[in-house]
């Protein structure tokens, strides 16, 4: 999706010296039969400028297929747009010298905030018959800090969503209701390969609410 370039802008000076890269617009249909919000683009999406396009995405795709959902009928966005990384140094001991490495991190609450008016402006554009949050970046920043994605995904339900308040310090309740689906974030399995079978019945779910 095209965003304003007056956000972009305003959203990169305020990023600017925080710890993130690149930035990766949200893609798919505007007219989706789902619009999934995932939490960051990692280093391959920022590499490739597709979202879900590294080993999340593998199972994301799959996930697609098996109800039979291809990327252009759905849309996909995160909370935040651009790369959070981490800086470690290394000692190598054979030659005495440092070495850096800058691995995806978790984005903060105050990156998501700063994010915030991009995703509220591709919600109130796309008026998703269905909002997929997938995990707890995406459940805390559409619902609030209290959802737990373990207590939550897998169930239909409909709510009012967190969008930017009027101060930009914080967060307000939309006018609107949505359709809102919670479902883990597709890394989840990467991490806990336990959760596969419950992510396979939600997405199953999924299918019979579209
Ligand atoms: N995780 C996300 O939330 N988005 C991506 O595009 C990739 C991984």
Known sequence: M??????????????KDMPLEGFLSGQGSI???VMFVGEAPGRTEIETHIPFSGQAGKWLD?????????????????????RPFHTRKKLNKKTGEFTF????????KKEILIHAPLIDFEIQSIKPKILAPMGNSALHRLLGNQYKISDWHGKLFDSK???LNDEANG????????????LYHPAAVLYNSKLKNVIEEDWQKLSEII
Request: glycine fraction near 0%; avoid cysteine; hydrophobic fraction near 30%.
């Open 2 to 15: 095209d965003y304003p370039k007056k956000l972009v802008k305003q959203i990169l000076a305020a990023t």
């Open 101 to 108: 490495s800058h691995p995806n991190r978790t984005p903060t």
């Open 171 to 182: 967060y307000q309740l939309s006018h609107e209701t949505y359709k809102i689906f919670p």
């Open 31 to 33: 007219e989706p039969k």
């Open 161 to 163: 969503i967190q969008v």
């Open 62 to 82: 799959e996930w697609l297929e098996s109800i039979n959902l291809k990327r252009s009928d759905i849309y996909i966005t995160s909370v935040v747009r651009s």
